[in-house]
């Protein structure tokens, strides 16, 4: 029962908070110089456009201007090279995984909370490419790998299971990522499935171009053959 004059809102908030040992977020503001920095570095270090930075290298051009635009795994194999593809996944995926590792070792869980957020946003909104970057699959699931990684390897073996069924990349992540949260509070532990649950969310709404296509039946099939990529 909801106490008389209590916000539902705030009750219910606080049965989801120590449901999945959320940190308070009067922890967050009190205690700012604690916790920004980490945001800060991690924000940072998931705005690093890995695939953009490697399209480069490799020579393939701006991978902003190369299928639909997007700097993450599946764009750069738009390029014809697997290789740098794999390479990219990689690297979006190792940049989750450091930062809820090392901010974990070195700040303990509540930082950490908010610190895993902090890297796939800083992936999603990038501040050097004016906000415009990648959809948080790679990074997410390196995350989950850090944080416990029998919850990540079950979401990735979700992704590969859907993929493989139905050839829809965007689909895979979409229930994968969905279903993260469930990994994450019976593989690991309350907070990483409350972790999950954000990043779920942050997820679905960069894929809302994807959701549309796929519920118009438009979206593009994983092709098998080496001529034709992706989602």
């Known amino acids: 029962m909801v106490e008389e004059g209590a916000s539902p809102i705030l009750f219910y908030w606080g049965i989801f908070q120590a449901t999945f040992s959320i940190p308070d977020w009067k922890n967050l503001i009190y205690g700012w110089q604690v916790f920004l920095p980490p945001i800060i570095g ?3 270090i998931g705005s690093i456009p890995s695939g953009l930075i490697l399209a480069r ?4 051009g701006d991978l902003r201007q190369i299928g639909s635009g997007n ?3 599946t764009n750069v194999l738009r390029t014809g ?3 740098l593809a794999a390479a990219t996944l990689l690297f ?5 995984y450091a930062a809820v590792f090392v901010f974990y070792f070195y700040f303990g869980p509540d930082v950490t909370f908010f610190a895993a957020i902090a ?3 800083g992936h999603l909104f990038p501040v050097w490419l004016k906000f415009r970057g990648g959809k948080g699959v790679a990074t997410t699931l390196g995350v989950l790998l850090g944080l416990a990684s029998l919850a990540g390897l079950a979401t990735i073996a979700t992704w590969i299971a859907v993929a493989v069924i139905f050839r829809y990349s965007s689909l895979a992540a979409l229930v994968s990522i969905a279903l993260s949260p469930v990994y994450g509070w019976y593989l690991g532990e309350p907070q990483v499935g409350g972790i999950a649950i954000f990043l779920a969310i942050l997820v679905w ?3 809302a171009a994807n959701i549309r296509r796929l519920l118009r039946g438009e979206e593009t099939r994983i092709k098998l053959k080496r ?3 992706e989602s």
């Not at 290298?57 to 393939?60: D, F, I, M, Q």
């Not at 979006?92 to 989750?96: C, E, F, I, P, V």
């Open 42 to 44: 991690a924000y940072l």
């Open 57 to 60: 290298l490799a020579g393939k």
């Open 71 to 73: 700097i993450g795994a």
């Open 81 to 83: 090279s697997k290789k």
């Open 92 to 96: 979006d995926a190792a940049k989750g």
């Open 119 to 121: 890297v796939v946003v």
């Open 205 to 207: 709404i960069r894929h």
């Open 227 to 229: 001529t034709g990529t």
